[in-house]
């Protein structure tokens, strides 16, 4: 990939609107389980690129809204997630 092809191809990812619903149950799949970019953003061009919406972000999520989405739900499920690890810990 070069960098005229990865510009384009996120530019153009950029431009897609809304959240298909098929997306809804894979979308909270991923809000459990989290979604992490490459480790080494030095290292990958798209990242340099294309920053938040990098080929791993495009590769999962089919558009900005969903990938906003995502970070809004994670966001709040992180603090349920925490208290839920801490009530097993206490309780045991």
Known sequence: MDFFEEKELSEEWKTRLGIPEDF????????????????????CLSAAISSDCCRCVRSVFPSP????????LRE?????????????????
């Open 76 to 92: 709040a499920y992180m603090p349920i997630y925490i208290i839920n690890q801490i009530r097993r810990m206490t309780d045991g």
């Open 24 to 43: 809804i149950p894979t979308l909270l799949d991923i809000v459990e389980q989290g979604f992490v970019t490459c480790e080494d953003k030095t290292d």
């Open 65 to 72: 809204d969903s990938y906003a989405l995502y970070l809004k």
